[in-house]
Nanobody, 114 residues
Framework: QVQLVESGGGLVQPGGSLRLSCAAS????????MKWYRQAPDRERELVAV????????NYKDSVKGRFAISRDNAKNTLYLQMNSLRPEDTAVYYC???????WGQGTQVTVSL
């Protein structure tokens, strides 16, 4: 069965950095584009970043461009999100998702606060 396990979240001060990971199993990871979403309290889930199956193309939500970087290691079946210059408005639960598949992990909480 498909499993997605997000990790790497935590509490960080504004301006800080975190690196999220998503360990994937149960499907051919290298055959799917991957997305990072986030959901803040009382808000809809929103798309943050997307990467192609080969990792050669990426795209980002405007508010994270230049601060976040999505990447993947197909040999390790793992997706990453490097988050720099974090802001309080980045506070949310972050989820990874294979493009076209309705599978979700438990998410990882990111809190940006003094």
């Amino acid at each position: 069965q498909v499993q997605l396990v997000e990790s790497g979240g935590g509490l960080v001060q504004p301006g800080g950095s975190l690196r999220l990971s998503c360990a994937a199993s149960g499907f051919t990871f290298s055959g799917y584009g991957m997305k990072w979403y986030r959901q803040a309290p009382d808000r809809e889930r929103e798309l943050v970043a997307v990467i192609t199956a080969a990792g050669d193309l990426t795209n980002y939500k405007d508010s994270v461009k230049g601060r976040f970087a999505i990447s993947r290691d197909n040999a390790k079946n793992t997706l990453y999100l490097q988050m720099n210059s974090l802001r309080p408005e980045d506070t949310a639960v972050y989820y990874c998702n294979p493009v076209g598949l309705n599978y979700w992990g438990q998410g990882t909480q990111v809190t940006v606060s003094l």
